[in-house]
């Protein structure tokens, strides 16, 4: 079992950054494939980055491609997703998930953990 716990949500003006950690705990977290996924209100949950056990290989969703960057720390057992020139329709509830899969996965339903989400708003 893993306990995921993501932080680092909040208010921010369109084009300003924020970074979002998840923190993980009961497992080996170093074992697991992580992503992130979002859900804004009334739609479904989208795939947003995935990144490898070794932080070697990425993924990004189009729309967030050369803005957002994940990345994780596996001697700390925590991920980043790092969001540069945020836009309004980048708000969201922002979901950090780990996988045993051996590679990059973007379907939420193949993600075995969870964390609770951190709220993203981005003003106009």
């Known amino acids: 079992q893993v306990q995921l716990v993501e932080s680092g949500g909040g208010l921010v003006q369109a084009g300003g950054s924020l970074r979002l950690s998840c923190a993980a705990s009961?497992?080996?977290?170093?074992?697991?494939?992580m992503g992130w996924f979002r859900q804004a209100p009334g739609k479904e949950r989208e795939f947003v980055a995935a990144?490898?056990?070794?932080?070697?290989?990425?993924y990004y969703a189009t729309s967030v491609k050369g803005r957002f960057s994940i990345s994780r720390d596996n001697a700390k057992n925590t991920g980043y997703l790092q969001m540069n020139s945020l836009k309004p329709e980048d708000a969201a509830v922002y979901y950090c998930?780990?996988?045993?899969?051996?590679?990059?996965?973007?379907?939420?339903?193949?993600?075995?953990?969870w964390g609770q989400g951190t709220q993203v708003t981005v003003s106009s």
């Open positions: 990144l490898t056990w070794t932080g070697g290989n990425t």
């Open positions: 998930a780990v996988t045993l899969a051996p590679r990059l996965v973007i379907l939420a339903a193949s993600y075995n953990y």
């Open positions: 009961g497992s080996t977290f170093s074992l697991y494939a």
